[in-house]
Antibody
Framework: VQLVESGGDLIQPGGSLRLSCTASGFSVRGTYMGWVRQAPGKGLEWVSLIYSGGTTYYADSVKGRFTISRDDSQNTLFLQLNGLRAADTAIYYC????????????????WGQGTTVTVSS | DIQMTQSPSSLSPSIGDRVTITCRASRNIDTYLNWYQQKPGKAPQLLIYAASSLQSGVPSRFSGSGSGTDFTLTISSLQPEDFATYYCQQSYSAPRALTFGPGTKVDIK
């Protein structure tokens, strides 16, 4: 079971980026999938999640700018980041829960290694 | 929105010490509370879910308790590998919000 993120980069304010998270060992459509970010030296923040049925949720801080999606054929989760701001600078982790007891409590037992987004001119 | 606080923000115990970290929610979250450990440069690791259930593979020196608004993570005898930052997370208001606490850093004395 593994999650591998990619797509992080140095980007100018106002720019766009697409992050990818490829899963192995399980199906991304079989559980909820989400993104958690961590600004440099700061704590953790849930950014977005998508359910098996496709319903999506976003933190207020990114609503209207970020879009989460999934490609079941590629077993990959995406996060489209538009209108990037300096405050979006962070490590972005892909995250999910696989066991039913953990899913019920949104207790993340599978994390990716993270991909770094830096927003700066 | 539910706000989460943790205390202390940092502590410097010695090996073998009993360590207690507190997490408080701004309103009742039942037992929808998880605890994570994060080491520098690494993704967080789940320790405790549903306030008191030990995640598979986590040493038994870690335990969690509480319900409602007040929760505790206890390390019964601190080991060298336990120096890390610990976060609580509420999931009562999921999926609209899954709030983490600000973290407690356990430093080497």
């Amino acid at each position: 079971v593994q999650l591998v993120e990619s797509g992080g980069d140095l980007i100018q304010p106002g720019g766009s980026l697409r992050l990818s998270c490829t899963a192995s060992g399980f199906s991304v459509r079989g559980t909820y999938m989400g993104w958690v970010r961590q600004a440099p030296g700061k704590g953790l923040e849930w950014v977005s999640l998508i359910y098996s049925g496709g319903t999506t949720y976003y933190a207020d801080s990114v609503k209207g700018r970020f879009t989460i999606s999934r490609d079941d054929s590629q077993n990959t989760l995406f996060l489209q980041l538009n209108g990037l701001r300096a405050a979006d600078t962070a490590i972005y982790y892909c995250a999910t829960s696989l066991r039913p007891a953990l899913k019920r409590h949104y207790a993340v037992d599978v994390w990716g290694q993270g991909t770094t987004v830096t927003v700066s001119s | 929105d539910i706000q989460m606080t943790q205390s202390p923000s940092s502590l410097s115990p010695s090996i073998g010490d009993r360590v207690t970290i507190t997490c408080r929610a701004s309103r009742n979250i039942d037992t929808y509370l998880n605890w994570y450990q994060q080491k520098p440069g690494k993704a967080p690791q789940l320790l405790i879910y549903a306030a008191s259930s030990l995640q598979s593979g986590v040493p038994s020196r870690f335990s969690g308790s509480g319900s409602g608004t007040d929760f505790t993570l206890t390390i019964s005898s601190l080991q060298p590998e336990d120096f890390a930052t610990y976060y609580c997370q509420q999931s009562y208001s999921a999926p609209r919000a899954l709030t983490f606490g600000p973290g407690t850093k356990v430093d080497i004395k």
